[in-house]
């Protein structure tokens, strides 16, 4: 971590993590472009395997939203998508995950900060949004804000810390164990890596889902 | 650990345009393939749906024809066996009348068979008896027998019936009356002298008598007297078995 590679373009320092980014973003562009070349209605394996992933990705977010599900699915899925190859990037050797770097996971939570608001007032518009802070009690109105942002902490401090701690603790037990420790160690960090891409996501998702169907249950909860 | 501003402005950046490329280039596309299959699916099944109702559809309307046809077969074979029926009692009843007739004609023929062997039968006994009769004559046959019939033809002579009488009578009207005496054994001169005697009584013209001898008569005379024969001999009587045989007839 010390020895991260970085260079400057003027004023903007560009670092490893978004070195890994693009990377991250121009494997999955390329996949994403070769998957989708020849679509046909009767699919190849590869179409099949790449319909299945979005298909399993859009029955989870409609499992969550079903009205709103197609409104937030590219948002959501590119989360899981960017965060599963992000997180499992730091099992090659000389790469690390972008998602160690708290610059990284704190742009990731302030999009999901505010895209729950984007698309709260895009759908139940300005006013309803709003007003959904003041329910059940207007007294409740600071705890709400303060939960705005303290989940959006939580969200980018839990994914920096998790991804940080199991690369250190890794590191450590290399060093202390030697060769027969990094198999079952390598293991714990594909679990811990997908399950931290699955935390963040299905979070971001009932975020999104509480801000766009709050005011429609309070309003069902009325009548 | 440090929190490097540029990075987390370029990573919103970054991230935005990954969900604008994977928008354009991933989710689109395929959402809309899945759709498209989808919709074909859904478009498989109206189809296969609308066939599945137009064949049940035709499955009942061939099972209706069936029935139809089936009733109507019914019906058919209903009519064909009363016709049958109808058909097969008339011929019974024609078939019926037929055999009375033939049984009838085949009683008429056997009742005259069984008529035709009898008569035969009885003139088959008669021309027996005949025979034996007249073989048992010719054996006992003798002038004494003969002279025995001689008597009993003056007897008859004596009680001839009235028209008999009148026919000899009106031969009387004649010159001469030949009256031919025909015997199987010769006549004595006493005998013809009665016989003359006995005839010149009955016919008043004179007689001219002619006598024969004929050993067919086994015994006995025949008289022919013009027209009128009188017979008294065996021969005469045995031929009297045949006439009746062939009266029988």
């Given amino acids: 971590m010390d020895h991260e590679f970085s260079f400057t373009l003027g004023p903007v320092i560009i670092g490893e993590s978004l070195l890994t980014t693009w990377g991250i973003m121009g494997v999955i562009t390329l996949i994403a472009w070769l998957s989708t070349r020849h679509l046909e209605l009767l699919p190849s394996p590869m179409q099949t395997t790449v319909e299945g992933i979005v298909s399993a990705i859009d029955e989870a977010i409609r499992a969550v939203a079903p009205e709103h599900g197609r409104q937030i699915m590219p948002f959501i899925a590119t989360l899981w998508l960017f965060l599963i190859i992000a997180n499992l990037v730091g099992l090659i050797p000389g790469l690390d995950s972008p998602t160690r770097d708290l610059s990284v996971t704190s742009a990731l939570a302030v999009l999901v900060f505010f895209s729950v608001h984007w698309f709260g007032v895009k759908t139940l518009g300005l006013k309803s949004y709003l007003h959904h802070y003041l329910t059940p009690s207007p007294i409740l109105l600071p705890f709400h804000i303060i939960s705005e942002f303290t989940r959006t902490l939580a969200l980018a401090i839990r994914l920096f810390g998790n991804m940080m701690s199991l690369e250190m603790a890794a590191m450590l037990i290399l060093l202390v164990a030697g060769f027969l420790a990094p198999i079952p160690i390598l293991m714990l960090h594909i679990i811990e890596a997908l399950v931290q891409a699955y935390i963040f996501g299905m979070l971001a998702l009932i975020y999104l889902a509480g801000a766009m169907q709050s005011q429609q249950l309070n309003s069902q909860e009325s009548l | ?249």
């Fill in chain 2, 1 to 249: 650990m440090e929190f490097n501003v540029s990075t987390f402005i370029l990573e919103i950046i970054n991230f935005l345009i990954l969900i604008w490329i994977l928008q354009r280039l991933f989710y689109k596309p395929l959402l809309e393939t899945i759709a498209k299959r989808k919709q074909f699916i859904d478009q498989s099944l109206a189809d296969a749906k609308i066939m599945q109702q137009q064949a049940e559809e035709q499955r009942s309307h061939y099972e209706n024809r069936q029935k139809l046809w089936e009733q109507e077969k019914q019906a058919a074979l209903t009519a064909l066996h009363q016709q049958i029926e109808v058909e097969r009692r008339a011929q019974m009843a024609r078939l019926n009348v037929d055999l009375e007739q033939e049984r009838q004609k085949i009683n008429v023929t056997i009742q005259r068979q069984q008529r035709e062997l009898q008569q035969q039968a009885e003139k088959q006994a008669l021309l027996n008896g005949a025979r034996f009769a007249g073989m048992l004559l010719k054996q006992s046959a003798s002038p004494e027998l003969e002279a025995r019939l001689f008597a009993i033809l003056l007897d008859n002579l004596k009680t001839l019936p009235e028209a008999c009488t009148l026919c000899l009578q009106m031969l009387g009207t004649k010159k001469s009356v030949p009256i031919k005496i025909t015997s199987a054994y010769p006549l004595t001169a006493e005998l013809r002298l009665q016989l003359e005697q006995k005839l010149g009584l009955l016919i008043n013209s004179p007689i001219n008598f002619q006598y024969h001898q004929d050993a067919e008569l086994i015994a006995g005379l025949r008289m022919d007297i013009g027209a009128w024969v009188l017979n008294a001999n065996l021969q005469h009587e045995l031929m009297g078995f045949a006439e009746i045989a062939d009266g029988s007839e």
